[in-house]
Nanobody
């Protein structure tokens, strides 16, 4: 089992940047894919970005392509989401999640992720 803790959220003006971190502890010796998700008030949780254990494969939601970058440092058991040119519509609670998998796999559905963090709030003011 793995425990995930997100950090780095906060209040930022439109056009600003934030970097979110997802620190994993516990069963971190096995390979796992990591995803970032967000949920705005009154909306369903949606996928933002995901990265395979190797870092070779990444995916992004169309709404964040070119603005967000997902990365990971397996030596630190931490994944990151660099968010640039933030927009008010990016306001949400951001969650990270993992699924134990082979080095190149990225889950295609939210339901395939096994473990979730508690989330970190991101608010973008206009």
């Amino acid at each position: 089992q793995v425990r995930l803790v997100e950090s780095g959220g906060g209040l930022v003006q439109a056009g600003g940047s934030l970097r979110l971190s997802c620190a994993a502890s516990g069963r971190t010796s096995s390979s796992y894919a990591t995803g970032w998700f967000r949920q705005a008030p009154g909306k369903e949780r949606e996928s933002v970005a995901a990265i395979s254990w190797s870092g070779y494969n990444t995916t992004y939601a169309d709404s964040v392509k070119g603005r967000f970058t997902i990365s990971r440092d397996n030596a630190k058991n931490t994944a990151y989401l660099q968010m640039n040119n933030l927009k008010p519509e990016d306001t949400a609670v951001y969650y990270c999640a993992v699924r134990y998998s082979d080095r190149y796999y990225i889950p295609t559905k939210i339901a395939r992720y096994d473990y979730w963090g508690q989330g970190t709030h991101v608010t973008v003011s206009s």
